[in-house]
């Protein structure tokens, strides 16, 4: 059975830094373009970040550009997201996703065959 696991989160002070992590098993994620989602209390899911599977492309949302890495570690069959400067606008729970698109091409929007269960994020002093 197909698992996507996420972990790494936890609380952290504005400014602070998480790393975030996206284990597959069963899949190997090089053949698949991951996107790490995020869903805060009262919003709407928001797509952070997305790595293409044809050519670790990476796109990034507005509201993170300049803040958030994402990177695949191969050796362990992951996908990362580095999130530095963090705010407490950043606090939501966060997922991963993926899907044999070749393309991040709307990824906010597409639907994926696997998902995580997610992982809480907090930013407060």
């Known amino acids: 059975q197909v698992q996507l696991v996420e972990s790494g989160g936890g609380l952290v002070q504005p400014g602070g830094s998480l790393r975030l992590s996206c284990a597959a098993s069963v899949i190997t994620l090089d053949y698949y373009s991951v996107v790490w989602f995020r869903q805060a209390p009262g919003k709407e899911r928001e797509g952070v970040s997305c790595?293409?599977?044809?050519?670790?492309?990476?796109y990034y949302a507005d509201s993170v550009e300049g803040r958030f890495t994402i990177s695949r570690e191969r050796a362990k069959n992951t996908v990362s997201l580095q999130m530095s400067s963090l705010q407490p606008d950043d606090t939501a729970i966060y997922y991963c996703?993926?899907?044999?698109?070749?393309?991040?091409?709307?990824?906010?929007?597409?639907?994926?065959?696997?998902w995580g269960q997610g992982t809480q994020v907090t930013v407060s002093s």
């Open positions: 790595i293409a599977a044809s050519d670790d492309s990476t």
């Open positions: 996703a993926a899907h044999r698109y070749n393309y991040c091409s709307r990824y906010a929007s597409r639907p994926y065959d696997y």
